[in-house]
């Protein structure tokens, strides 16, 4: 019997000796398996969870899914409450029916409320141009409606328009108008998106009051855009205003303890958000369930692919794994865990976030904030050994701002390092338009030859990391350096006046 509990000792030391020994490129590939992450792409992107909207039963559903892979793994559960959840609570302000809307004589189905009250009314309202400060000039438009061009003279395409709306808005309530309605002849490709996007609103705390209590977007056809510019125009305008509810969703959480005894105190955040926009316009084929694949499910398997890799072969630092909620309503799930975390946020080293529109080209990993860290040459490595190229986002699109548009960036404000992993996207084309909150991104769609090599080099460059005994840090001059100065108390204290 002794010599049978030598040899299982001598068998068991040398099982440890192999996996000390296995670098952490042969563990990325240890638990990649095509099979595995077809299969959660295609649960996750079925139209049995019908688009998975935020507070809807099937994101609940998607919830549950989650939480029980990550049991299944061996992760622990949210140490605060002992489940794989947090709960959120969000507001959700919508119209329970559509605005009757006339103006010139002629109706006006497509608008985008940004508020309004209820409201019966025919009246004169009062047309000022594209309602600049100039436009108001010598008119007394108190108490009325204001109907204007969106955007400006120089260009009134709906994404500037969308950068000129808060400056009129504040322009119609410093001259004490009642409402006011903008009016475009907008891409017919983007209108719906916009509309979609806009037409409902979520929110993690309840609304204070507006002082403009009327504020639409209307589109119409060029032709009827023209035809504006009667200064006095009769308005007929029907609705029952926004309504509010209370939509009840969480984010997934789970941890896996490091196996260093010092390095374990700091954690990695591996997220990415698992809500879609759920059911939209109809496409050509009459498929009106929008199904995520690419935005998120192919980000939200990615992160389940680290639990696994980390439940097998833990890391010297801890992992708290976060799978979002909301995001798609304005980053809520990230903003609220990041008020309410369930571990000290000083503790949270990084965050390696993953989320994504899509992939144009299938050599690359595109990477918001590669430049912006000092962890960079860790993800150049770890997209490098599995054949794809490490490319920062704003090398492709610096004026749309992408790094600051997705999770990550809740984090950043506070001062944790926080890039966004995302498949290989080099340029807006239309391989990404087709796609990107359509009915089309649908999981039978994806190269999932590409994405095991993608999923690879993404948990390579976590375990780089979270391996490394140096601390990642922003760059320095980095726009939310000073937060992480404070966050990490590396604030030198101010000389002491003699």
């Known amino acids: 019997m002794k010599s049978i509990k030598i040899i299982f000792t001598i068998l068991g030391l040398s099982i440890s000796t192999f996996v000390a020994a296995q670098t952490d490129s042969e563990i990325a590939e240890q638990t990649v398996n095509r099979n595995e992450i077809e299969g959660h792409i295609y649960f996750l992107a079925d139209d049995a969870l019908k688009g998975r909207a935020t507070g809807s039963p099937e994101l609940k559903i998607a919830a549950s899914y989650l939480a029980n892979t990550l049991r299944g793994y061996g992760v622990k559960p949210n140490p605060k409450n002992g489940t794989y959840y947090q709960n959120v609570d969000l507001h959700h302000y919508f119209l329970s029916e559509d605005i009757e809307l006339s103006f010139g004589g002629q109706n006006y189905p497509e608008v985008v409320a940004f508020d309004i009250d209820a409201i019966d009314s025919e009246e004169d309202a009062i047309y000022l141009n594209y309602g600049l400060e100039e436009d108001y000039k010598g008119k007394d438009v108190k108490g009325k409606i204001i109907i204007v061009k969106a955007g400006t003279p120089e260009n009134n395409e709906l994404r500037p328009a969308l950068r000129s709306r808060a400056p009129k808005r504040e322009l119609a309530i410093q001259n004490g108008a009642r409402g ?6 907008f891409d017919t490709a983007l209108w719906p998106r916009f509309k979609h996007a806009f037409e409902e609103r979520t929110s993690l705390t309840e609304s204070e009051k507006e002082p403009l ?3 639409l977007w209307v589109q119409t056809s060029p032709e009827n855009l023209e035809k504006l510019g ?6 007929k305008i029907k609705s029952a205003g926004i309504q509010n509810e209370i939509l009840k969703t969480q984010n997934v959480i789970g941890v896996l303890e490091g196996t260093d005894t010092k390095l374990k105190e700091e954690y990695i955040i591996y997220s990415a958000h698992y809500d879609h926009i759920g059911i939209g316009t109809p496409d050509a084929q009459g498929d009106s369930i929008y199904n995520g694949a690419r935005d998120n499910a192919i980000g939200t398997t990615a992160v389940l692919s680290m639990a696994e890799n980390l439940s097998k072969y833990p890391t010297k ?8 909620t909301g995001e798609e309503l304005g980053l809520l799930g990230s903003r609220y865990y990041v008020e309410n975390p369930v571990i000290p946020l000083h503790q949270m080293i990084y965050c390696f976030n993953t989320d994504g529109g899509g992939y144009n080209n299938t050599s690359l990993a595109t990477i918001a904030g590669l430049n912006r860290t000092t962890a960079k040459n860790k993800m150049i ?3 490098k050994t599995f054949g794809l190229k490490a490319l920062d986002i704003d090398e492709v699109a610096p004026e749309e701002g992408l790094f600051d548009r997705s999770d990550n960036v809740s984090f950043a404000r506070v001062g944790i390092p926080s890039p966004t992993y995302s498949t290989g996207f080099d340029a807006f084309d239309d391989e990404i338009n087709k796609y990107y909150h359509q009915a089309a991104d649908e999981a039978n769609s994806l190269d999932y030859d590409y994405l095991v090599k993608f999923y690879k080099g993404y948990i390579l ?4 990391i979270a391996n490394d005994p140096e601390r990642p840090y922003w760059i320095k001059g980095d726009k939310y350096e000073a937060a992480a100065n404070v966050l990490y108390s590396k604030v030198p204290e101010a000389p002491i006046k003699n």
């Open 317 to 324: 630092r801890s992992a708290l794994f976060i799978l979002f």
């Open 461 to 464: 460059s976590g375990r780089s």
């Open 213 to 215: 209590p009327l504020f």
């Open 230 to 235: 009667n200064e006095s125009i009769q308005i």
């Open 381 to 383: 490595k770890g997209a």
């Open 180 to 185: 006011l309605i903008e009016v475009g002849s």
